[in-house]
């Protein structure tokens, strides 16, 4: 009965989807998580930290992708499971699909990237239970119903008849037809088609209904002139074709964060709260924040889990709200040192007070290289402060901010091992040549991006293999909280494998130091280098 059971398997998947798309669909409308998402999310924040390290060096900006198609996988490999289970033993098979539905129920109770009720928010994975047994249920009927058992012979009865090979038996099935003969196909073709169509319904509820209210709002933003406009870019950006370009494009900016779906904040429904320590509290919308004096700077963001030489760093023209004049108008009381920042999904961020209040141009930033921000970097605003690692400082959909002390908080990052304050390092990196590449002897012109945030860079070296340092053109300075463009052409070069090494010094006279360390727990160290041969 081999074909029997995988029909079983196949019916499984089929109400998996069905119990799936029906649990979504419920969540478009109550406003809570779906059930993948919710474990999603409960996965997330139980990771240890060491895992997440791990997730980000293999798979970079893929890793929630990577886990949500492998939790796919494991839904898809449990739903086969429970169908041909179900076939002989359909208590076990309801038994499997209501533990899932349980599990999806506590990770929604947990869920803090919602502002649903809880009792609302649970009807999504209860409607998936029960969508799901009620179609798994009714696929295995059909199936159930055609099975038969062997027949017990009494003495006195007649011998089976012999057939040649290829005879149909007694019951009409022939060799191979694995299917008993009570089997009702169009019963169940019709359980098929009618559970498809239920997990087509709401597919089609969730991609309809579902459609985020951040980005209609968005397209109708329109960003007001700032009152204080960032200078021309400086002559010869961008000299060397390969290199990190000076502005880095929006579609192209790193993302690090952990939501694996983004928060959906219309720009407007959306408050931002300042409170605590103040003398006044502070609550604004959307509007009122366009109101506000807006600056235009060029700053560059760079990620702690940036590896040397790693590719989390990028460069913008940011516009936004200085964070210094909101708070002095609330009016920090003595004593508070840090800002507890809020995202609209729960993520909660320290960041210094000092460091917000000692004149750097730290802002509610509400624009991205001339457009709204997009909306997987904050929309419709994010908290941008040069000189401070993102995990410390650019808390995106940013809903909150508490004047506190860090004695009063842990932050989601500092609780899981990163250090609780993060100055950006310096750092250099070698653009071109890439690793591994082959380049002609006339042709060895290399490159890259340097970075001493809220310091600025001075110099930059290279060295092809253990010999001297020499001196690489620096692109003219943007500004201290910007990344310099660097270029070098080796002029005499050899040929064969060669390793190229750089270091930068910053406008202090800091030379970035050669020891090799991790990005945990406040950013990594060390030169970056690559080797390539010449021909």
Request: hydrophobic share 45%.
């Amino acid at each position: 009965m081999a074909s029997h059971r995988f029909l079983a398997a196949g019916a499984g998947v089929l109400a998996g989807l069905a119990g799936l798309a029906a649990g979504s669909a419920t969540a478009t409308f109550t406003g809570g998580p779906t059930p993948v998402i919710a474990v999603g999310n409960a996965v997330v924040a139980r990771t240890p930290g060491f895992l997440k390290d791990f997730a980000v060096r293999q798979f970079g900006e893929n890793d929630k992708a990577v886990l949500l198609g492998g939790m796919a996988v494991v839904l898809v490999a449990l739903a086969a499971v429970a169908g041909w289970i179900g076939l002989t033993r359909p208590r076990v098979a309801v038994g499997l699909v209501v533990a899932l539905g349980v599990l999806a129920a506590l990770a929604t109770a947990v869920d803090t990237t919602t502002s649903a009720p809880i009792a609302v928010a649970l009807l999504a994975p209860l409607v998936t239970t029960v969508v799901g047994v009620a179609a798994l249920l009714q696929l295995l009927r059909p199936l159930q119903a055609g099975a038969t058992q062997p027949v017990e012979r009494r003495p006195g009865d007649a011998a089976p008849l012999e057939r040649r090979p290829g005879d149909a038996d007694p019951l009409g099935r022939r060799p191979g037809d694995d299917l008993p003969s009570g089997f009702d196909r169009r019963r169940f073709l019709t359980a098929v088609l009618g559970t498809a169509a239920v997990a087509a319904v709401g597919a089609g509820i969730t991609r309809t209904l579902g459609t985020s209210g951040a980005a209609v709002s968005r397209a109708g933003v329109k960003i007001p002139a700032p009152a204080s406009a960032a200078p021309a870019l400086p002559a010869g950006v961008d000299p060397l074709e390969g290199i990190s370009s000076y502005l880095t494009p929006n579609r192209d900016f790193y993302r690090v964060d952990t939501a694996l779906l983004v928060p959906d904040v219309p720009a407007d429904t959306w408050r931002l709260r300042i409170h605590g320590d103040v003398d006044q509290e502070l609550e604004l919308d959307f509007a009122e924040l366009l109101d506000e004096r807006l600056i235009e700077r060029r700053i560059t963001l760079t990620c702690v889990s940036n590896e040397v030489g790693g590719p989390y760093a990028g460069n913008a023209t940011w516009i936004g709200v200085p964070l210094a004049d909101l708070l002095r108008r609330a009016g920090v009381r003595e004593g508070a040192d840090a800002l507890k920042c809020t995202s609209a999904d729960g993520m909660v961020i320290g960041t210094p007070l000092e460091v917000v209040l000692d004149g750097r141009d730290a802002m509610i930033a509400i624009a991205m290289n001339g457009e709204p921000l997009p909306l997987d970097h904050g929309f419709p605003a994010r908290m941008v402060v040069p000189g401070l690692y993102g995990y410390v400082s650019a808390t995106k959909w940013l809903v909150d901010i508490e004047v506190t002390r860090f004695a009063d908080f842990t932050a989601y990052w500092t609780e899981r091992g990163w250090a609780e304050q993060a100055p950006i390092k310096l750092a250099s990196r070698i653009d071109v040549p890439r690793s591994f590449e082959s380049l002609a002897a006339d042709a060895v012109r290399v490159g890259g991006v340097a970075w001493a945030q809220h310091t600025g860079v001075d110099s930059v070296e290279v060295r092809v293999d253990d010999g001297p340092w020499e001196r690489a053109r620096l692109v003219p300075q943007d500004g201290i909280d910007t990344w310099r463009q660097w270029t070098w052409q080796w002029d005499d070069a050899s040929p064969g494998d060669h390793e190229l090494t750089v270091r930068a010094t910053d406008a202090e006279g800091n030379t970035q130091t050669s020891d090799r360390e991790p990005p945990r727990p406040d950013g990594s160290t060390g030169w970056h280098s690559v080797r390539f041969s010449v021909k």
